[in-house]
């Protein structure tokens, strides 16, 4: 009942690629199970290639990316069910916003779309106690440049 859920709001997304339908059904005992910290790691890598192609106006990567971003996030809730299902569909607006920028080819959209979505993964990462880490609008091309690496202050 569990896996109906996540596969129900996952749905949601809007995401039911090939590749992800193929990771809706749980892992068998010998099948490889990516580690939560490696999908996450080609989600950052996806994102900040999303940024960078819609800063090139390359709406079509752009478009690729966010898809890709996408299969990234369900395979880590589907994978990981400690993570809710509602901080997975809590992201939905933001890649709709996302998408529908890229469609429309509109650059600024697209920047305060992605702004949205970056924050939504720091809500994400703050629910689960993973407040350190902060992802951020890259600021220039250099790898992890989406990352921000300082401590945060404690409040």
């Known amino acids: 009942m569990k896996l109906r859920a996540w596969m129900l709001a996952l749905a949601g997304l809007g995401a039911a690629t090939a590749v992800a339908a193929q ?11 990516p580690r939560l910290g490696d999908i996450m790691s080609a ?11 819609g800063k090139a106006q ?12 996408k299969a990234s996030l369900i395979e880590a809730a589907v994978l990981y069910s400690g993570i809710p299902v509602s901080n997975v569909t809590t992201l939905e607006p933001s890649l709709q916003s996302t998408s529908d920028a890229i469609d429309a080819k509109e650059g600024r959209k697209f920047a305060k779309a992605l702004g949205d979505l970056t924050e939504g993964c720091n809500g994400c990462h703050r629910s689960m106690k993973r407040s350190f ?3 951020k609008v890259p600021s220039d091309p250099q790898p ?10 404690r409040p």
Do not use: C, G, I
């Open 23 to 33: 990771d809706l059904k749980s892992p068998s005992a010998d099948q490889y199970v």
């Open 133 to 135: 880490v902060v992802m």
């Open 43 to 53: 989600a950052q890598t996806r994102h900040q290639k999303l940024w960078l192609a």
């Open 144 to 153: 992890f440049a989406n990352q921000q690496f300082a401590p945060q202050a």
């Open 58 to 69: 390359n709406w079509e990567l752009a478009a690729y990316e966010l898809r890709q971003l």
